[in-house]
C-alpha cells in the first residue's frame, strides 16, 4: 500500500527534483513527521529537511505573535473583565465557570474574523428579545444581566489589545493578526514553493491565508479525499472540499490535486458490537494478537483509533505481551495518576473543613493513600495504623490538629505538612505540596518507583507553574478558586510514553491520524454522542446566529468526523470497527450514523461482515464451604458451650453455621464504624435503656393509669439522658439524629398509652426487667457441659398468667411467632422471633416452674398489631391458635434444642455454609 504522503512526496519529487525552498504546512505535527519518513525514502541521496510547519505553527510564524496557554488566557481574560464598566464583578472562582465558554467564542469568532461590533450587537438583542417584559421598568436583575451582554464588546477590546500589547495571543488572535499581516509576508516570500497537504476543513483565516499564498506565488494544495465522496453532491465526507473547490478562484484555473480512487478497492471490513467500554478494550487485545504474525510483518502498519480516549489505560492493560513495539501518541492524562488523586484530596479536605474540623471519612482517605502509607511507613510505633482504630473507638465524626497529634504524635515531617493548624491561603497549601512532593520523593528512592518519581516531577513543575501564577496575578484568594486552577491546569498535563512513531502498533486518537494511512485499521467506540460527538452548544451564541455569520455548529462538526472517520477507510485493506451494545449516557448513544450509512451502501455491502461478540463468561460452580471441626475448632465449641450458648448465636447457626463459626466462635464480627447517626442497634439500646427507667419503680407492683400517665411527660427527657449515655458526644438538635429522637419518643409515647389501654381491662403486675438467666442443659451425646443463657427484657403477669416479653425496634409479624411443625422452630431462620421465646421460656421455666407461660414480642414498628404472642397451630393458615407455653410445649422445643446443640457440638458434622 502507498501512503497518500508517499504519493504527494513522489509527485513534488518528480516535478521538482529536489524539496529546497519548499515550505510544507499540514493540519499536524505528528503528520509532519510521517512527511519526513517519506522525504528520506523518496530521496536515494543525503538532502536538508525542508521546513515543515503544522497549520497553527505556521499561521504564529505570519502572525509574529507568541501562542500562550488556554490557562493564562483566562487570567488575562478575568484581568480585561476587572478593567471593564461592569457593576459587581464576580470573583475570579465564579468567573472562570463562564469564562472559559466566552473565550471560547472569542476565539472562533477571530479564527472566522467575524465583525465583532455586529455580533455582539446582535447578541445583545436577542438577548433583549428573550427577556421582555409587559411593565414598563425592567427589574434590577433584568437590567443587570442585558448590561453584561452590552458590554461584551468592551470586554473583547480589552482583552486583545491586552494581549497585543504584550506580543501575546490566543488562537483566534493569532489567527486574525495572520491575516492583517499577510501581504507582508507574501512579499518576503521570494522563490519558496508552499506545499499545503491534507486539509479539510478550513475556518476564514486559513482560508484567506491558504488562497492569498495559492494565487500569488507557485504552491500547490493537495487534498486528501477519494473521487467516491467527492462525486458525491451530498455525502459529508467531501462536504468541505467540494465547498473549497466550488468558491475558490483558483480552482477555476487549477484542478484539485491529491484525489485518489482507493476507496472502492476491495476491504475486509468487520462491524462488531461489543458491550461496554471496558469488553471493546479485551476484544482490541485479542484482534491484536490474531493480526501479529510474523508472516504479515507484524503490526508494522496497524493502528487502532480510540474514538473516545477514556479507553486508553483499558487497552493498553489489554495489549498482549507478544507485542513489543508499541507507539502511544495520545499521552496519558496526568489527572488519571495517583499522585493526582493524593493532591486532589488534599485540597479537598482544606476546602471542606468546618469549624469542628476535617471530616473523619476524609481524613482516613488521604492517610490510606499509598504514597502517604509509604511517606509515614507501615507501622511507624504503630502510629499509622492505630489512627483509624483510635478515631472508630472513641466515634470522631470530626477531627482536629488536636485529636491527630494525640494519636500520630508531632514529630512525623509529612503530617505536619498535611494536617494544618488553621486553612492555608492558595500560596501556603502550594507550598506545603512542593514540600510533600520531596518528602515523597525522599522516601519512594528505596523503593525503585521510577514512574511514581516522574509523576512527582511533573506535579513539581505543575505546582510551581501554580505559585508563579499566584505571584502574578492577585485573584486567587481562597482554595475554591485554587482548586479551579489547578483542576484546569491538571486537565490539559499528559505524561508522553516513549514510543517510535514510525514502527510497530499506533495507538491514537481520531484527529492525531489526519494524513495517515494504515493497512490494518481498528476503531473503537463508533457510538451516537462519541463518532461524530452529536450536538454540544457550550456557547454564549445561539445557532441562528452562529449559521448567519458562518461559525461551524454541530453539523460542521459532525462532517469533520465523518471525514476522518471515512479518510482511514480509503486506502486501509483490513478494517475492524467496534460499537458499544450497551450504550448509556456516559458511553454514547446507539451505535453511530457512520455504521448505519456503510450498511446501506450498495458498493461496500459485499466488503462487510456484521457481528456481536461477547465476553466468555464461566459461571463458577457455587461451592458451599464446609469447615471440619479439628481440636481446635473443638475446643472453641467447648469454650463457647461452658459460657453459653445466647438465643441470638443459635440463631445465627440456624441462618448459616458459617455465620456462627466467624461470628461466634472466632469473635469476627462486622467493621466498627463511626457512628455519624444513631446506628440500628445503637437505636434499640436507647429504647431499651429507657423503658428500664420508667418501669424499675413498679417492679414487684401492679401498674396503674395513673402512674403511667405521670411518666408521659417526662419520656424525652429519659430518652435524652440514655441517648448521651448511648451515644456520647451526639447532636440531637438537627440532622437524622433530631429523627431518631422523635422517632423513640413517638414509639415510647405509643407504648406507654398501649399499656394504659390495656389496663382498662386487665391487671399487669411486673415481675422483673433485663434479667440474665442461665440454665444446664443435659445432653447424653455431649460429653463436656452444655449452658444456655439470656437476657429476658421484661417478665410481667396478666390476670395471673406470667408473660415473657421482649422488645423489638424492627419490624415482626405474627406468622414469625405462630408455628405448625417443631423441626422449622430449628431448620427455619423464618422462625427465629419464635426459637427466641421459646429459649426464654425455658430458661424461665426452669428457674421458676410454672403450668402455664405466655410469651411475646412488641414490634415498635407494627405496635398496631399489640403484643405478637407465641402460639402453636395445626395447620398454617388454622384460625385455632394455642398461646400457652407448658410444660409438653418446653418439652417438645427442648428435644428441638438438643439436636441443634449436639449437631454443633458433634466432630462428625461439619460447619457446612449455607447458600442465604
Excluded at 493526582?340 to 493513600?369: C, E, M, P
Amino acid at each position: 500500500m502507498r501512503s497518500f504522503l508517499e504519493e504527494v512526496i513522489n509527485e513534488i519529487w518528480q516535478k521538482h527534483g529536489t524539496f529546497e525552498n519548499i515550505v510544507f504546512i499540514l493540519p499536524s505535527k505528528r503528520a509532519g513527521t510521517f512527511l519526513k519518513h517519506s522525504i528520506a525514502t523518496t530521496s536515494n541521496k543525503p538532502l536538508f529537511v525542508p521546513e515543515i510547519y503544522s497549520i497553527e505553527d505556521f499561521i504564529q510564524k505570519i502572525s509574529g505573535l507568541t501562542s500562550i496557554k488556554s490557562t493564562q488566557q483566562l487570567f488575562e481574560l478575568y484581568s480585561a473583565y476587572k478593567k471593564s464598566s461592569y457593576p459587581n464583578k464576580d470573583d475570579f472562582f465564579a468567573f472562570s465557570k463562564w469564562g472559559r465558554t466566552l473565550l471560547q467564542d472569542i476565539n472562533e469568532i477571530d479564527r472566522y474574523i467575524i465583525n465583532t461590533e455586529e455580533l455582539f450587537s446582535s447578541l445583545s438583542e436577542i438577548q433583549r428579545l428573550n427577556h421582555w417584559s409587559l411593565g414598563t421598568e425592567k427589574t434590577k436583575i433584568m437590567k443587570e444581566y442585558l448590561k453584561f451582554w452590552d458590554g461584551l464588546q468592551e470586554l473583547y477590546d480589552v482583552f486583545n489589545s491586552t494581549l497585543l500589547e504584550k506580543g501575546f495571543g490566543h488562537q483566534g488572535l493569532i489567527y486574525r493578526r495572520a491575516c492583517e499581516r499577510l501581504d507582508d509576508y507574501v512579499a518576503a516570500i521570494g522563490h519558496q514553493t508552499h506545499i499545503f497537504i491534507g486539509f479539510n476543513a478550513l475556518n476564514t483565516a486559513e482560508s484567506q491565508i491558504i488562497q492569498k499564498i495559492l494565487s500569488t506565488t507557485k504552491s500547490d494544495i493537495y487534498w486528501d479525499l477519494d473521487t467516491y465522496f467527492l462525486n458525491d453532491p451530498v455525502h459529508d465526507a467531501s462536504h468541505f472540499i467540494r465547498y473549497h473547490l466550488r468558491k475558490w478562484p483558483y480552482f477555476q484555473n487549477n484542478p484539485p490535486k491529491g484525489i485518489g480512487t482507493n476507496y472502492n478497492s476491495k476491504k475486509k471490513i468487520q462491524i462488531i458490537g461489543v458491550p461496554k467500554n471496558v469488553a471493546q478494550a479485551k476484544y482490541v487485545g485479542q484482534l491484536l494478537n490474531e493480526l501479529n504474525e510474523p508472516v504479515s510483518n507484524g503490526l508494522k502498519n496497524t493502528a487502532v483509533v480510540l474514538s473516545d480516549e477514556t479507553l486508553l489505560n483499558p487497552l493498553l492493560n489489554s495489549i498482549p505481551q507478544e507485542i513489543e513495539r508499541v507507539n502511544i501518541t495520545m499521552g496519558y492524562p496526568l489527572q488519571k495518576t495517583s499522585v493526582a488523586t493524593l493532591f486532589s484530596q488534599l485540597l479537598n479536605l482544606n476546602i471542606h473543613r468546618t469549624n469542628k474540623g476535617w471530616y473523619h471519612q476524609d481524613v482516613l482517605d488521604l492517610l490510606s493513600h499509598p504514597y502517604i502509607q509509604k511517606a509515614l511507613g507501615q507501622d511507624i510505633n504503630g502510629n499509622s495504623v492505630s489512627l483509624p482504630e483510635e478515631i472508630k473507638k472513641k466515634n470522631w465524626a470530626y477531627l482536629d490538629t488536636n485529636k491527630i497529634a494525640s494519636v500520630l504524635g508531632t514529630k512525623k515531617t509529612v503530617i505536619s505538612h498535611l494536617f494544618l493548624h488553621d486553612t492555608p491561603t492558595p500560596e501556603e497549601f502550594i507550598k506545603h505540596c512542593l514540600a510533600i512532593i520531596k518528602l515523597l520523593k525522599d522516601s519512594l528512592y528505596n523503593f525503585n518507583e521510577k514512574l511514581l518519581l516522574e509523576y512527582l516531577y511533573r506535579f513539581y513543575n505543575l505546582f510551581n507553574q501554580i505559585l508563579g501564577m499566584l505571584a502574578k496575578y492577585d485573584f486567587i484568594k481562597d482554595l475554591e478558586s485554587l482548586k479551579g486552577l489547578y483542576q484546569d491546569l491538571l486537565s490539559v498535563e499528559t505524561l508522553d510514553f516513549k514510543g517510535e512513531p514510525l514502527e510497530g502498533l499506533q495507538v491514537m486518537g481520531m484527529l492525531e491520524s489526519r494524513n495517515l494511512d494504515f493497512e490494518n485499521v481498528i476503531i473503537t467506540s463508533v457510538n451516537e454522542g462519541i463518532l461524530p460527538s452529536g450536538k454540544s452548544n457550550n456557547s454564549f451564541i445561539p445557532f441562528d446566529l452562529k449559521v448567519y455569520h458562518g461559525l461551524p455548529t454541530y453539523k460542521e462538526k459532525d462532517a469533520v468526523y465523518t471525514y476522518h472517520f471515512y479518510r482511514l477507510l480509503q486506502r486501509a485493506k483490513q478494517i475492524f470497527i467496534l460499537y458499544n451494545t450497551e450504550p448509556d449516557v456516559l458511553e454514547g448513544g446507539e451505535r453511530s450514523r457512520l455504521i448505519m450509512q456503510l450498511l446501506t451502501d450498495e458498493h461496500k455491502k459485499d466488503d462487510i461482515l456484521e457481528k456481536t461478540a461477547a465476553p466468555l463468561v464461566m459461571a463458577p460452580p457455587k461451592n458451599m464451604n464446609s469447615i471440619i471441626k479439628d481440636d481446635n475448632l473443638l475446643n472453641l465449641i467447648k469454650s463457647h458451650a461452658s459460657r453459653g450458648f445466647s438465643p441470638t448465636s443459635l440463631s445465627n447457626y440456624i441462618r448459616n453455621p458459617m455465620d456462627f463459626y466467624k461470628r461466634n466462635l472466632l469473635g469476627i464480627n462486622d467493621v466498627m464504624e463511626v457512628e455519624e447517626t444513631v446506628a440500628a442497634n445503637t437505636f434499640g439500646t436507647i429504647i431499651h435503656d429507657t423503658l428500664e427507667h420508667i418501669y424499675t419503680p413498679f417492679i414487684g407492683k401492679y401498674l396503674s393509669v395513673l402512674h403511667l400517665k405521670a411518666v408521659i411527660p417526662d419520656i424525652e427527657r429519659l430518652v435524652k439522658l440514655n441517648f448521651a449515655k448511648s451515644y456520647p458526644g451526639s447532636d440531637i438538635t438537627k440532622g437524622k439524629n433530631l429523627i431518631a429522637f422523635k422517632v423513640m419518643v413517638r414509639y415510647i409515647n405509643n407504648f406507654i398509652n398501649l399499656e394504659i389501654e390495656q389496663l382498662n381491662h386487665h391487671q399487669i403486675k411486673i415481675i422483673a426487667l433485663e434479667i440474665k438467666l442461665k440454665a444446664q442443659l443435659d445432653i447424653p451425646q455431649i460429653s463436656f457441659p452444655v449452658v444456655l443463657k439470656g437476657k429476658l427484657d421484661r417478665v410481667d403477669e396478666i390476670d395471673g398468667t406470667v408473660r415473657i416479653i421482649d422488645y423489638k425496634t424492627g419490624t415482626v409479624i405474627s406468622s414469625q411467632v405462630e408455628i405448625t411443625n417443631w423441626q422449622d422452630v430449628t431448620e427455619d431462620y423464618k422462625y427465629s422471633k419464635a426459637f427466641q421465646l421459646l429459649c426464654y421460656s425455658l430458661l424461665y421455666y426452669q428457674k421458676n416452674p410454672l403450668d402455664i407461660l405466655q410469651a411475646g414480642i412488641v414490634s415498635f414498628k407494627n405496635l398496631g398489631a399489640g403484643l405478637l404472642q407465641f402460639a402453636t397451630k395445626e395447620t398454617k393458615n388454622s384460625r385455632n391458635k394455642d398461646r400457652k407455653i407448658t410444660q409438653k410445649t418446653l418439652e417438645a422445643f427442648r428435644i428441638q434444642l438438643e439436636k441443634l446443640v449436639f449437631e454443633i457440638c458433634n466432630p462428625d458434622v461439619p460447619f457446612i455454609e449455607k447458600e442465604i
